[in-house]
């Protein structure tokens, strides 16, 4: 069997140092959020100024699972034509807002 020689790979992106810890800290905390107000309304802004209005129905380590109408042209979503399960990533939340208390 021949040896292969390992070809040494060129890092194209390296995160700062700090953004680890941020996003780290950032999903820990919105996870214990969104955990705690499970099938709530809710009003979610991402960092890309897409806002989403419906119940939490699932929160992971990593995901908010959002059911709500869903929006046109969003291929994420796992829909029927009158609801939609949308996968959020925790750290592009920007705001969520209760709906109703």
Avoid: W
Avoid at 69 to 77: I, N
């Amino acid at each position: 069997m021949s040896e292969q020689k390992a070809i040494p790979a060129s890092i194209i992106y390296q995160a700062d140092a700090g953004h680890n810890n941020v996003i780290h800290n950032t999903r820990r905390k919105l996870h214990e959020l969104c955990a705690g107000h499970m099938h709530r309304a809710i009003r979610v802004e991402t960092v890309d100024g897409i806002v989403y209005e419906g119940m939490i129905t699932h929160v992971d380590r990593c995901f908010l699972y959002l059911h709500c109408v869903p929006v046109l042209g969003d291929g994420r979503a796992f829909f029927n034509p009158n609801s939609a399960i949308i996968p959020l990533v925790l750290y592009e939340l920007l705001v969520i807002t209760l709906l109703y208390t």
